[in-house]
């Protein structure tokens, strides 16, 4: 392994290390002294914990063994390491966190004034925590793998699956928990989401111009010196029209929108502008690869 591989290495693992941190401490912080819930396998370990008080790493660690060895025969060992790490480093930080909450050292975050203030930091912190094990190319285990059998073996979509099981999960967890904590955990598990697609589509956004224009290369120029901005030329034909004609495309960070769509009315106020968000930009003038 070279140095350049090396390093790639550790920085997925470590990446996938601080995921599963933020995300025990967020079980163990905010979810269970508040009897709030979570989906697949954890949620499932969860319920263990309400149900009869065995631990929250144990379970989850005990649940996803078998899981782990269908993966294994159905994906192979290299699409199932990360995921292994993952679950292996969830129950380890679960069980120091839970340590931690033992002895004293850390004192979980309850309240029966402002419930709703648990339900936001929760959300956050399992987002944050899941988006960063997400984006080392990781996960926690338990449904994902079934999921991604089910996905790659029957073509039945992976998000779909594991809502489906969240929706069992949670219906079950009324058995043991008062509904309105179920409805707190919708809201955690929604919050949870949206962040979990900020980290992993990057904090960083910007807008990509479609223009169709006249004299587009004048336009493409003007771009390239007032923005300093790469601009790309396309070819397009007119569906109606059958007419060729040049389209000019541009990524420009959100500052930057309002410049731009004034350069293009002054070039032409008759052009037609198509503006989309467009999420982690990689390359010259944004972020490095």
Same mark, same amino acid.
């Given at each position: ?109 309850? *309240?029966?004034?402002?419930? #709703?203030?648990?339900? @936001?930091?929760? &959300? $956050? /912190? =399992?987002?944050?925590?899941? +988006? ?85 290369? *004048?336009?493409?120029?003007? #771009?390239?010196?007032? @923005?300093?901005? &790469? $601009? /790309? =030329?396309?070819?397009?034909? +007119? ?51």
């Amino acid at each position: 392994m070279n140095r350049q591989k090396l390093w790639a290495s550790i920085r997925t693992w470590s990446i996938l290390l601080l995921g599963t941190a933020i995300y025990g401490f967020g079980i163990v912080y905010f979810i269970l002294p508040n009897l709030l819930m979570e989906g697949g396998v954890t949620g499932v370990g969860i319920l263990l914990f309400y149900a009869t008080g065995l631990p929250a790493s144990i379970t989850t660690l005990v649940l996803n063994l078998p899981l782990f060895w269908i993966g294994w025969r159905k994906l192979g060992f290299r699409a199932m390491i990360y995921t292994f790490g993952g679950t292996l480093s969830l129950s380890g930080f679960l069980w120091l966190w839970q340590a931690l909450v033992d002895q004293g050292w850390i004192t979980p975050f309850t *309240t029966q004034q402002d419930f #709703i203030l648990v339900v @936001l930091y929760a &959300g $956050v /912190t =399992l987002g944050a925590g899941l +988006g960063l094990v997400f984006y080392s190319g990781g996960t926690t285990g338990g449904v994902d793998i079934i999921a991604r059998i089910a996905n790659s073996r029957g073509g039945i979509s992976m998000g779909q699956f594991i809502l489906i099981m969240d929706v069992v999960v949670l219906g079950t967890s009324l058995i043991f928990i008062p509904k309105e904590k179920v409805l707190y955990t919708l809201v955690s598990v929604f919050i949870a989401s949206r962040v979990i697609d900020f980290v992993q589509e990057g904090a960083y956004a910007a807008k990509a111009f479609t223009i169709l224009c006249r004299e587009p290369e *004048t336009l493409a120029m003007q #771009i390239t010196t007032e @923005l300093e901005r &790469g $601009v /790309t =030329l396309m070819n397009a034909v +007119g569906a109606y029209s059958g007419e060729a004609r040049m389209a000019v495309y541009c990524v420009v960070s959100r500052f930057e929108v309002r410049k731009l769509k004034s350069l293009v009315r002054q070039h032409d106020r008759q052009a037609f502008i198509v503006i989309a968000d467009v999420h982690d930009v990689v390359g010259e003038g944004f972020k490095e690869a």
